[in-house]
T-cell receptor
Framework: EADIYQTPRYLVIGTGKKITLECSQT?????MYWYQQDPGMELHLIHY???????EKGDLSSESTVSRIRTEHFPLTLESARPSHTSQYLC???????????????FGAGSRLTVL | LAKTTQPISMDSYEGQEVNITCSHN???????ITWYQQFPSQGPRFIIQ???TKVTNEVASLFIPADRKSSTLSLPRVSLSDTAVYYC???????????FGTGTRLLVSP
């Protein structure tokens, strides 16, 4: 059963619209991430957060922005969507597993965005 | 940040053992090795993690040689449902920025 939720799962929207992709986790994880993935391609880290009021840009430059006002919530916003933003966006959170050595990622189901 | 290198793709048949190797030549002392599995249109899923020697769980084994410059994910007796992309990541406890490589696309045929 998923402990990290992404909405919407699918979104088709016109150019120039503002969109927000929601991501919420119920596990109390401090670290959260946004990845972007085109079909059949690798995942690219676009944003991550150490905790509340902490946000950092990832390896892939993105016109999106994120916020982390609450531990459980890490929304991603595009102020003006363009066709080049068409992709799948995956949210994840991580924890330190007892008995393990490093953070383990738990992913949501993803939000597939299509900009016409 | 330890860079990882994996084969782009592998083919296998049902019932065979599959071994996927990941190279991480500049792995740091505090780094652990973690493997994920991803099906189409889903997020990756944790498979196994290790630091050295061998780790085994209900789905896979992870072999790490003494120099830790590579690791091998072993999937025993694969089935069609094991067709997926497999990623290895290298990082430590405090490693916040978890970056995926290109992964290995495994195709299991009847």
């Amino acid at each position: 059963e998923a402990d990290i939720y992404q909405t919407p799962r699918y979104l088709v929207i016109g150019t120039g619209k503002k969109i927000t992709l929601e991501c919420s986790q119920t596990m109390g994880h401090d670290k959260m991430y946004w990845y972007q993935q085109d079909p059949g391609m690798e995942l690219h880290l676009i944003h991550y957060s150490y905790g509340v009021n902490s946000t950092e840009k990832g390896d892939l430059s993105s016109e999106s922005t994120v916020s982390r006002i609450r531990t459980e919530h890490f929304p991603l916003t595009l102020e003006s969507a363009r066709p080049s933003h068409t992709s799948q966006y995956l949210c994840a959170s991580s924890e330190y597993m007892v008995g393990a050595g490093a953070n383990v990622l738990t992913f949501g189901a993803g939000s597939r965005l299509t900009v016409l | 940040l330890a860079k990882t290198t994996q084969p782009i793709s592998m083919d296998s048949y049902e019932g065979q053992e599959v071994n996927i190797t990941c190279s991480h030549n500049n792995i740091a002392t505090n780094d652990y090795i973690t493997w994920y599995q991803q099906f189409p249109s889903q997020g990756p899923r944790f498979i196994i993690q290790g630091y050295k020697t061998k780790v085994t769980n209900e789905v896979a084994s992870l072999f790490i040689p003494a120099d830790r410059k590579s690791s091998t994910l072993s999937l025993p007796r694969v089935s069609l449902s094991d067709t997926a992309v497999y990623y290895c990541l290298v990082g430590d406890v405090g490693f916040q920025k978890l970056v995926f490589g290109t992964g290995t696309r495994l195709l299991v045929s009847p």
